[in-house]
């Protein structure tokens, strides 16, 4: 577990009382809201809300309250309305950019919202609660045939509201895209408690496109309490295939040489030779070589007719850019095994050092063999171990950085490479982040990718949402952006 | 970003627009303004703002200014090998700038996308002079709050379009168009029932009806019409498959190209969606309020996995033509389902209620042009509203 970090001097008083939230009165009337054990406030409570899935970043919420439907969700907010207090809408947090810390603030838990209202099939739609999960959805709508494409590395535990909030991807978004392109509809608790649908789940309207506006703010437009997910047949065959790569860079050009042919497949993924070796040697292995510098993961699905084929292009764009071998798997046992060290590659990079910190980062897909480069030499001149496991066809790198967060000084080298990386991702005209949401980390180089003007508009739209900005205080775009931010700013304390 | 010569200029006379209260049109190649759409203010002309700004195929983007036609990218990433895989219904005169602004879309939107799923980052000068940036020119972005999304599809009433950036993909291998008729006394459930079935999954499908059929230069009859991609032996697949719809015949390879461009300026036009198990209650809805109301030879496609059906009429100067617009307009969907009209006569656009009338909508709109110039008289108020304050 990562190390306590104190991010407020609050702490040591929340600690000695064990019920340190001075409000009584806003505790009972929350808690007459949603019920007694659905509000939180003990210190060992707290504690499972502190942090997000980034290492690094601490933050103690004044208390969590857990509204267990929509109703409950709207009188909590008006509540929180009437007093002035701000709060953070939070899933499962998984989140990977600090996005659901509550410095002080109230945090709403909505794991409790997990009803699948409805499964439309003959018009492939589903309709949900903000706190189902990911893979408890694509597992309710396979019997239909059906899929939910969007399908994260943490979907056996991320939520459905989460996603909408981060605008998640996945590594099939290559050909089936992300969160915002299969959300029909969600139904918004505004931050002054007002209920808005944004959106239509039974017909296509005019206007101001307000639900793909609200997908991806982070929370800081209100919270979703019903989400309408467009659902896909699902593809009637699939090919996966594994070609291994003694050049990393020469890996990259085959990704080039992929996507120039007009295939596009289903997902094309790498991983270089760190993270080849992290999984060889967990419970996760999946037969990957690992005297290799990258492997390339690939898959190509839709209708059996012409897939073969496809399949054999991309083996011989991989062969053409030096692949030493190519697998070709089409039994879902085959495909599973192949995949399967790429889903857990996280996983097993855990097992390396304490903490790992995942990145994201997007850069043109031709950029990919210098960015690639770029991002080894930072690493050798911080000497910081950076490995890379991404979602190639994207360009969406994610380098990820072992290491002891407890360790002061090594903590300073694993953030001075991680500015630098996104640094050079901006420099060649990419972004900094592709998937994950801005959150708290990414806060710092939003000045770096937009101008004075643009944060200035993003400001005066987040106002249109919530004038009192209270809805996740202190994300996404930098305070000095806006007007003055009149609450204690949002910190983080990296050790 | 901007060029030279007009770097500062449109900027600062939307900037004094802003300051003035002077209302302010954005015009583009003008292909939607000619539709009759009531819009006060004096002519922001940015078809001058033409050109590709950053191409490069290996990136299957393309970065251009506003008033680049689509026919001019059509033909820079044709000589690539890639496209812009959207070919909106309208003229292929009309500007990127205009599509994205209109949230423009057409037959292969169930396949590829609409707009909003193919614009990557904009560029765009807010009602107050602003020039800002929203997205990017990376396929993947969610760094920050999604202003690209708001503006697809506003009309130009919360700023001015200066630079689009958006997906390309590379063009297939085989691209093949086929054209099926079935036995005319069937239903058009019964006839097309075994869809479901197929093995298919076409880069467009697209419905016609017997006028528009007439119009291509096909056969008499409800049409289907089917765009085929990918590898050969996909496409040859998918075409063997056809045969369980009827008689099918290879179409010439622009039938596709000709079914957008018959969408011209004078016509009118609307789109009316609803969920697609309804699809054909929706085209029989369409088709007989057409009837009802003595609109004269109505043109009705239909995009089958999106339920959305498209109706055309001639222009008023054309064709006898609908004489009550208010119960036209009001009747022409089913309960239930959304009409948003693209194209009326101008005296008609005062029965058609507004888009931008909730909460928030309304409140985006003053955020982002405050002295309220940009485009005024479109989307948010209703054309008899708006004449007193030009």
């Known amino acids: 577990m990562p190390a306590r970090v104190a991010t407020s001097a609050f702490d040591a008083l929340r600690a000695a009382s064990p019920e340190p939230h001075g409000d009584a009165a806003l505790v009972q009337a929350l808690r007459a809201i949603v019920g007694e054990r659905w509000v939180k406030v003990r210190p060992s409570e707290l504690t499972a809300y502190d942090s997000d899935a980034l290492p690094g970043y601490r933050a103690q919420p004044s208390l969590v309250v857990l509204p267990g439907n929509r109703d409950q969700i709207v009188a909590v907010v008006r509540l929180l309305a009437e007093r002035g207090l701000p709060f953070v809408p939070r899933g499962a947090g998984t989140g990977l950019s600090g996005g659901s810390l509550a410095d002080d603030a109230v945090i709403i838990g909505l794991n409790r919202l997990t009803r699948i209202h409805a499964i439309d099939a003959g018009n492939g739609i589903a309709h949900v609660e903000p706190g189902v999960v990911n893979a408890v959805l694509q597992r309710a709508v396979a019997p239909f045939g059906l899929h939910y494409a969007p399908d994260p590395s943490s979907q056996s535990a991320c939520t459905i509201g989460g996603n909408v909030a981060e605008n998640a991807g996945g590594p099939h978004c290559l050909k089936y895209g992300v969160t915002l392109n299969h959300i029909v509809a969600v139904t918004v608790c505004l931050p002054n408690g007002e209920l808005v649908q944004l959106g239509s789940p039974t017909s296509e309207l005019d206007g101001y496109d307000l639900c793909g506006l609200f997908i991806g703010s982070e929370g800081c437009f209100g919270i979703a309490t019903d989400v309408w997910v467009r659902l896909l047949p699902v593809a009637p065959s699939v090919r996966t295939l594994l070609a291994d790569f003694p050049s990393l860079t020469d890996a990259a050009r085959a990704v080039s040489a992929i996507i120039a042919t007009g295939i596009v497949p289903a997902a094309l993924e790498m991983m270089d030779r760190a993270t080849i070796r992290a999984v060889e040697a967990s419970i996760y292995a999946a037969g990957y070589p690992t005297d290799v510098d990258a492997v390339l993961l690939a898959e190509v699905d839709g209708l059996d007719a012409g897939l073969d084929t496809d399949a054999e292009v991309i083996a011989q764009c991989c062969r053409a850019h030096g692949a030493r071998s190519v697998r070709i798997a089409r039994e879902p046992a085959d495909r599973a095994r192949l995949w399967q060290g790429r889903k857990k590659a996280f996983g097993a990079l855990g097992r390396i050092a304490p903490h790992l910190v995942v990145q994201d980062a997007v850069v043109p897909r031709t950029r990919l063999p210098d960015v690639l480069t770029t991002i080894q030499a930072i690493g050798a001149r911080h000497d910081v171990a950076v490995c890379n496991v991404f979602h190639a066809g994207d360009g969406n790198l994610h380098p990820n950085i072992s290491y002891d967060a407890s360790d002061a000084e090594q903590s300073a080298r694993v953030h001075a490479a991680m500015s630098e990386i996104m640094q050079a991702c901006i420099d060649v005209g990419g972004t900094i982040t592709g998937e994950h949401g801005v959150g708290l980390d990414k806060l710092g180089y939003m000045n770096a990718l937009f101008d004075d003007a643009s944060l200035a508009a993003m400001c005066a739209v987040r106002e249109v949402f919530d004038p009192e900005r209270r809805a996740n205080p202190g994300k996404v775009v930098p305070v000095h952006s806006c007007r003055e931010w009149s609450g204690r700013p949002s910190h983080a304390a990296a050790h | ?390």
Request: proline share 7%; hydrophobic share 45%.
């Open chain 2, 1 to 390: 970003m901007l060029p030279a010569y007009l770097c500062g200029v449109l900027p600062a006379r939307i900037a004094s627009a802003h300051a003035t209260r002077t209302p302010l049109r954005p015009r583009g190649a003008g292909t939607w303004l000619t539709a009759q759409r009531p819009i006060s203010g004096d002519v922001l002309d940015v078809s001058t703002h033409t050109g590709i700004v950053e191409y490069v195929p290996g990136d299957l983007t393309i970065t251009a200014r506003a008033g680049t036609s689509l026919r001019e990218l059509r033909d820079v990433t044709a000589a690539e090998g890639q496209w812009l895989a959207l070919e909106p219904f309208g003229e292929p005169i009309g500007t990127i700038g205009a599509t994205v602004a209109t949230a423009s879309d057409g037959p292969l939107a169930p396949t590829f996308g609409r707009v909003r799923d193919l614009v990557l980052g904009l560029e765009v000068i807010t009602g107050t002079g602003e020039v800002t940036r929203a997205g990017g020119r990376v396929v993947k972005n969610v760094a920050g709050f999604d202003l690209v999304r708001l503006h697809v599809g506003a009309w130009g009433t919360l700023g001015v379009i200066t630079e689009v950036t958006m997906r390309l993909r590379a063009r297939p291998e085989v691209d093949e168009t086929y054209v099926v008729t079935g036995d005319p006394r069937a239903t058009l459930e019964a006839w097309l029932a075994p869809l479901a079935s197929l093995s298919l999954a076409p880069m467009a499908l697209e419905l016609i009806n017997a006028p528009f059929a007439q119009l291509l230069g096909l056969s008499a009859g409800t049409t289907l019409l089917i765009r085929l991609g990918g590898n050969a032996d996909r496409v040859a697949a998918q075409r063997r498959a056809l045969d369980a719809l009827g008689d099918v015949v290879r179409a010439p390879d622009d039938l596709f190209a000709r079914l957008a461009a018959s969408t011209t300026p004078s016509m009118i036009a609307a789109r009316v969606s609803h969920e697609r198990t309804r699809m054909f209650d929706t085209w029989r809805h369409v088709s007989t309020a057409c009837t009802r109301h003595q609109a004269w030879r109505p043109l009705l496609s239909a995009s089958l996995a999106r339920g959305l059906v498209r109706v055309m009429l001639p222009p008023p100067d054309a064709a006898p033509q609908v004489t009550d617009w208010g119960e036209f307009t009001r009747t022409l969907a089913p309960p239930g389902a959304h009409t948003a009209w693209e194209q009326l006569p101008a005296d008609a656009w005062r029965h058609v209620p507004s888009a931008v009338v909730d909460t928030l909508s309304t409140r985006l709109r003053a955020a982002l042009d405050p002295a309220h110039v940009l485009n005024r008289g479109l989307l948010g108020e209703p054309f008899s509203a708006r004449t007193g304050d030009a």
